[in-house]
C-alpha cells in the first residue's frame, strides 16, 4: 500500500492537517532515500536511512518525530494485511532533554491584545483569530475548522472538533465575545467557515496565510515570532487555566488531550509567594 493510501485514511480519521503534513514529509522522505515505495523496504535499509539521518546531525527531537511516523505508517500496513511485521518497531526512540514549556507571561498577552484592531476585514480577522488562539487553547487545525454554526452566543460557548473527531466545548469569554461580534460584521455571509479568505471570498482560510497572520501581530506587539507560534498560545492557555486554581485535570479537559502527561507537558507551574513560602519555611 502506498504511502498516499495512508495519508488518505488518516484525512478520513479526522487528524489535522499539521499532522498529516508532518507525516507526509517524514515518509517520503524515508521513500526517496530508499529509492521504491517505502512499503517494500527492509529492516536494514530503514536502519542506515535513520543511520544517515544522524550523520546528517538531525536532532534528536526531529529523528524521534521521523521514526515516530515510520512506526505508525508500518503499524498500519501489518493492520491492514499488507506486512506481516514493522521493521521499525524495535528501534529505540532517541531520547529529549524535557524543557520548560514556552508559554506568553501576562505583559506578552497584553502587548498582543493591545496591537488588534476591528476597523477593517482584516484588522477584525486577525482580532478574533488571537482571541481564539489566547481564551480557548484551541489547536491552529481547529481554529481554522470552526464555522458559525458551531458557535452559540447565548451559551457561551463553541463545539470544537478536535483530534480524532473527539468534540468538546469551549468557554466564550467576555473578550472573546466582542471579538466575535465585531469579526460578523465584516464576514460576507454570516455562516459556513468562521475564517475566510476575503470579503468577496467565502472559502475557508488556509494554514500557511492564518500561520503568517498570527506573525504579523506577535512581531507588532514586539515579541519574536519565531519563540511565540501559534501553539505556544495553546500552552500559555493551559498555564492559565492550571495556575488560575481550577487545576490540572480542568486544564486537561479543556484542550481535549486525552492523558494527563500531555497537559503537563503543556503547563509552567507559576512560582507564586505562597510557593515561596512553603519553601522557604523548610
Same mark, same amino acid.
Given at each position: 500500500?502506498?504511502?498516499?493510501?495512508?495519508?488518505?485514511?488518516?484525512?478520513?480519521?479526522?487528524?489535522?492537517? @499539521? =499532522?498529516?503534513?508532518?507525516?507526509? $514529509?517524514?515518509?517520503?522522505?524515508?521513500?526517496?532515500?530508499?529509492?521504491? *515505495?517505502?512499503?517494500?523496504?527492509? *529492516? %536494514? *535499509?530503514?536502519?542506515?536511512?535513520?543511520?544517515?539521518?544522524?550523520?546528517?546531525?538531525?536532532?534528536?527531537?526531529?529523528?524521534?518525530?521521523?521514526?515516530?511516523?515510520?512506526?505508525?505508517?508500518?503499524?498500519?500496513?501489518? +493492520?491492514?494485511?499488507?506486512?506481516?511485521?514493522?521493521?521499525?518497531?524495535?528501534?529505540?526512540?532517541? +531520547?529529549?532533554?524535557?524543557?520548560?514549556?514556552?508559554?506568553?507571561? =501576562?505583559?506578552?498577552?497584553?502587548?498582543?491584545?493591545?496591537?488588534?484592531?476591528?476597523?477593517?476585514?482584516?484588522?477584525?480577522?486577525? $482580532?478574533?483569530?488571537? =482571541?481564539?488562539?489566547?481564551? @480557548?487553547?484551541?489547536?491552529?487545525?481547529?481554529?481554522? %475548522?470552526?464555522?458559525?454554526?458551531?458557535?452559540?452566543?447565548?451559551?457561551?460557548?463553541?463545539?470544537?472538533?478536535?483530534?480524532?473527531?473527539?468534540?468538546?466545548?469551549?468557554?466564550?469569554?467576555?473578550?472573546?465575545?466582542?471579538?466575535?461580534?465585531?469579526?460578523? +460584521?465584516? #464576514?460576507?455571509?454570516?455562516?459556513?467557515?468562521?475564517?475566510?479568505?476575503?470579503?468577496?471570498?467565502?472559502?475557508?482560510?488556509?494554514?500557511?496565510?492564518?500561520?503568517?497572520?498570527?506573525?504579523?501581530?506577535?512581531?507588532?506587539?514586539?515579541?519574536?515570532?519565531?519563540?511565540?507560534?501559534? #501553539?505556544?498560545?495553546? =500552552?500559555?492557555?493551559?498555564?492559565?487555566?492550571?495556575?488560575?486554581?481550577?487545576?490540572?485535570?480542568?486544564?486537561?479537559?479543556?484542550?481535549? #488531550?486525552?492523558?494527563?502527561? @500531555?497537559?503537563?507537558?503543556?503547563? #509552567?507551574? *507559576?512560582?507564586?509567594?505562597?510557593?515561596?513560602?512553603?519553601?522557604?519555611?523548610?
Amino acid at each position: 500500500m502506498t504511502v498516499a493510501a495512508y495519508l488518505a485514511e488518516l484525512r478520513l480519521r479526522g487528524y489535522a492537517a @499539521t =499532522h498529516i503534513v508532518t507525516a507526509r $514529509n517524514a515518509l517520503t522522505r524515508a521513500e526517496r532515500f530508499i529509492g521504491r *515505495e517505502l512499503h517494500t523496504a527492509t *529492516e %536494514a *535499509e530503514l536502519l542506515v536511512y535513520l543511520q544517515d539521518l544522524q550523520g546528517r546531525r538531525v536532532l534528536p527531537i526531529s529523528l524521534r518525530g521521523y521514526l515516530v511516523q515510520l512506526r505508525g505508517y508500518f503499524a498500519w500496513l501489518v +493492520k491492514r494485511g499488507h506486512r506481516e511485521d514493522n521493521p521499525v518497531l524495535q528501534f529505540d526512540l532517541p +531520547k529529549v532533554d524535557e524543557t520548560l514549556p514556552v508559554y506568553l507571561r =501576562h505583559a506578552d498577552v497584553q502587548a498582543v491584545l493591545k496591537a488588534l484592531r476591528v476597523d477593517s476585514f482584516g484588522a477584525a480577522r486577525d $482580532n478574533v483569530m488571537m =482571541h481564539l488562539l489566547y481564551y @480557548t487553547g484551541m489547536r491552529a487545525s481547529e481554529v481554522l %475548522a470552526l464555522t458559525w454554526e458551531a458557535i452559540d452566543l447565548a451559551d457561551m460557548s463553541i463545539r470544537v472538533n478536535g483530534k480524532g473527531r473527539r468534540w468538546r466545548l469551549a468557554v466564550i469569554t467576555t473578550p472573546l465575545a466582542a471579538a466575535l461580534v465585531a469579526w460578523a +460584521k465584516f #464576514h460576507p455571509t454570516g455562516r459556513g467557515p468562521l475564517l475566510v479568505c476575503g470579503k468577496g471570498d467565502a472559502t475557508a482560510l488556509g494554514y500557511q496565510t492564518f500561520r503568517y497572520r498570527v506573525r504579523s501581530v506577535v512581531k507588532r506587539a514586539g515579541l519574536n515570532p519565531d519563540t511565540y507560534t501559534p #501553539h505556544k498560545f495553546r =500552552h500559555t492557555f493551559a498555564t492559565a487555566v492550571a495556575n488560575s486554581g481550577l487545576g490540572i485535570d480542568v486544564a486537561k479537559k479543556l484542550l481535549g #488531550h486525552r492523558q494527563l502527561d @500531555t497537559t503537563m507537558r503543556y503547563v #509552567h507551574a *507559576e512560582l507564586g509567594d505562597d510557593v515561596r513560602a512553603a519553601i522557604n519555611s523548610l
